[in-house]
């Protein structure tokens, strides 16, 4: 297995899941920072406005118990102080969320259509802009704790009864600031698949000039919402998504790790058992050359050759280690064959050569149990073959020989003809 490439595979991965992920991350941050702007206008209150994020509505509440009368005493343009007549009304200020998110930290900016005085507001501030003689007069306060609280107070004001009460004007406006504390500045997220609106209303109270105590309201057409959408990240599918994916990468981690543990502690069982395998079939071999004193080191250089035959033949690792043992043990029938014919210097007899040809069917009978590398036997047994049919010890031809005994046959005649014998002299390459 490519561990190697494995890793790249998993860090490349891990990359894409994290750039997504911050990707999202961003994405939602910009969605939530985003200030958004609705504008409302008394004369577009009929019209269809679902499509929009929010819906505004500024009426008043309506009931005789809503209005008062308050007179005033001012000066006329003369400079002659007289007695005006004001009726109160409460003005309800209806902010409906038509999103599946929250709304958060909105403002509601309120043009003043004439001269009124305003007296309160529930629950927040009212940042009034008021504009006198010219001189822009901009103060937030909390209408209801003023007087009490010895407010230091910048805009022009009047106080009639124990009641504040600021003038503006005719395209003066004022500023809606949701109180905190009582949870006005958030909107909770709609249900529009139910049709279950969330809302707040927050009211203020206006004086209006009247006339006979005629107290017919007066209609705010014109005010600017200011707000922010909150879309939370944990309830997107996607975040869920990409949360799925780092823990099946993690888990596909933890199991390649395990993977790689076993693995590598069955190379090294496998390296170990490779070793005692090629340490005792070498010792076992080493018997052989040294009872074949002509051939000493044979057996090892031809199963160094076999085994770079099997290599540059394209077989595995494994494959190619499994002939390094069989050439290893090609001529382990040798054992039996008598030292004074495996040594003789002189050309061996018809009868004695008879008898070196023994050591192959020899070599079967000793690796007729051996089953754990597969190719063992025939290796020994018919590495004397040749392909013209004229080799031993059955006269096999062609590819009737098995695979393996053609590699070792090779590997075997090559060493031969590149070593000394007491039959022949050491051939060039």
């Given at each position: 297995m490519d561990w190697r490439k494995q890793i790249r595979i998993f860090g490349c991965s891990l990359g894409i899941i994290v750039v997504l992920m911050l990707a999202l991350c961003i994405s939602v941050n910009q969605f939530n920072n985003q200030e958004r702007v609705l504008y409302y206008s008394a004369a577009d209150a009929e019209e269809d406005n679902s499509a929009k994020?929010?819906?505004?509505?500024?009426?008043?509440?309506?009931?005789?118990?809503?209005?008062?009368?308050?007179?005033?005493?001012?000066e006329n343009e003369s400079g002659v102080v007289e007695e005006r007549q004001y009726a109160g009304i409460i003005y309800d200020m209806m902010i409906v969320n038509q999103t599946e998110y929250?709304?958060?930290?909105?403002?509601?900016?309120?043009?003043?259509?004439?001269?009124?005085?305003i007296n309160n507001a529930w629950c927040g501030?009212?940042?009034?802009?008021q504009n006198v003689t010219g001189e822009p007069r901009v103060q937030a306060l909390d209408l209801r704790k003023c007087i009490e609280q010895e407010v230091d107070i910048v805009l022009e004001h009047e106080v009639s009864v124990g009641d504040l009460m600021i003038p503006v004007y005719g395209g003066d406006y004022f500023v809606y600031l949701p109180s905190v504390g009582d949870h006005e500045d958030v909107i909770e997220a709609s249900d529009i698949a139910s049709g279950e609106y969330k809302s707040k209303r927050v009211d203020f109270i206006a004086y209006h000039e009247t006339v006979n105590e005629d107290k017919t309201p007066v209609e705010y057409p014109d005010a600017v919402l200011r707000y922010y959408l909150n879309k939370e990240l944990t309830a997107l599918p996607t975040f869920w998504g990409l949360v799925a994916a780092f823990g099946i990468w993690g888990v596909c981690l933890i199991n390649a790790y395990i993977v790689y543990v076993r693995t590598k502690r069955l190379l090294a069982e496998t390296e170990r058992d490779a070793q005692i395998i090629e340490q005792s079939i070498s010792a076992f071999m080493g018997f052989i050359d040294a009872k074949d004193t002509t051939t000493n080191g044979h057996s090892k250089r031809v199963a160094k050759y076999a085994k770079e035959l099997a290599r540059r033949m394209g077989f595995t690792e494994s494959e190619c280690n499994r002939v390094y043992y069989i050439g290893l043990m090609h001529d382990?029938?040798?054992?039996?064959?008598?030292?004074?014919i495996l040594n003789k210097p002189d050309k061996l007899t018809e009868e004695e050569f008879e008898i070196i040809k023994t050591h192959t069917t020899q070599g079967n009978k000793i690796l007729e149990e051996f089953t754990s590398i597969e190719g063992i036997k025939e290796g020994a047994l018919y590495h004397h073959e040749r392909y013209d049919g004229a080799g031993y010890p059955e006269g096999l031809k062609g590819d009737a020989i098995p695979l393996i005994a053609r590699i070792i046959c090779v590997a075997d005649s090559f060493d031969v003809m590149n070593s000394e014998r007491c039959y022949q002299q050491k051939m060039t390459k």
């Amino acid at each position: 297995m490519d561990w190697r490439k494995q890793i790249r595979i998993f860090g490349c991965s891990l990359g894409i899941i994290v750039v997504l992920m911050l990707a999202l991350c961003i994405s939602v941050n910009q969605f939530n920072n985003q200030e958004r702007v609705l504008y409302y206008s008394a004369a577009d209150a009929e019209e269809d406005n679902s499509a929009k994020d929010c819906a505004v509505t500024i009426k008043p509440r309506g009931g005789n118990t809503d209005s008062w009368i308050k007179r005033i005493q001012e000066e006329n343009e003369s400079g002659v102080v007289e007695e005006r007549q004001y009726a109160g009304i409460i003005y309800d200020m209806m902010i409906v969320n038509q999103t599946e998110y929250v709304v958060r930290d909105w403002t509601l900016e309120v043009l003043v259509p004439q001269d009124s005085y305003i007296n309160n507001a529930w629950c927040g501030q009212l940042e009034i802009h008021q504009n006198v003689t010219g001189e822009p007069r901009v103060q937030a306060l909390d209408l209801r704790k003023c007087i009490e609280q010895e407010v230091d107070i910048v805009l022009e004001h009047e106080v009639s009864v124990g009641d504040l009460m600021i003038p503006v004007y005719g395209g003066d406006y004022f500023v809606y600031l949701p109180s905190v504390g009582d949870h006005e500045d958030v909107i909770e997220a709609s249900d529009i698949a139910s049709g279950e609106y969330k809302s707040k209303r927050v009211d203020f109270i206006a004086y209006h000039e009247t006339v006979n105590e005629d107290k017919t309201p007066v209609e705010y057409p014109d005010a600017v919402l200011r707000y922010y959408l909150n879309k939370e990240l944990t309830a997107l599918p996607t975040f869920w998504g990409l949360v799925a994916a780092f823990g099946i990468w993690g888990v596909c981690l933890i199991n390649a790790y395990i993977v790689y543990v076993r693995t590598k502690r069955l190379l090294a069982e496998t390296e170990r058992d490779a070793q005692i395998i090629e340490q005792s079939i070498s010792a076992f071999m080493g018997f052989i050359d040294a009872k074949d004193t002509t051939t000493n080191g044979h057996s090892k250089r031809v199963a160094k050759y076999a085994k770079e035959l099997a290599r540059r033949m394209g077989f595995t690792e494994s494959e190619c280690n499994r002939v390094y043992y069989i050439g290893l043990m090609h001529d382990c029938g040798k054992i039996g064959i008598p030292d004074a014919i495996l040594n003789k210097p002189d050309k061996l007899t018809e009868e004695e050569f008879e008898i070196i040809k023994t050591h192959t069917t020899q070599g079967n009978k000793i690796l007729e149990e051996f089953t754990s590398i597969e190719g063992i036997k025939e290796g020994a047994l018919y590495h004397h073959e040749r392909y013209d049919g004229a080799g031993y010890p059955e006269g096999l031809k062609g590819d009737a020989i098995p695979l393996i005994a053609r590699i070792i046959c090779v590997a075997d005649s090559f060493d031969v003809m590149n070593s000394e014998r007491c039959y022949q002299q050491k051939m060039t390459k």
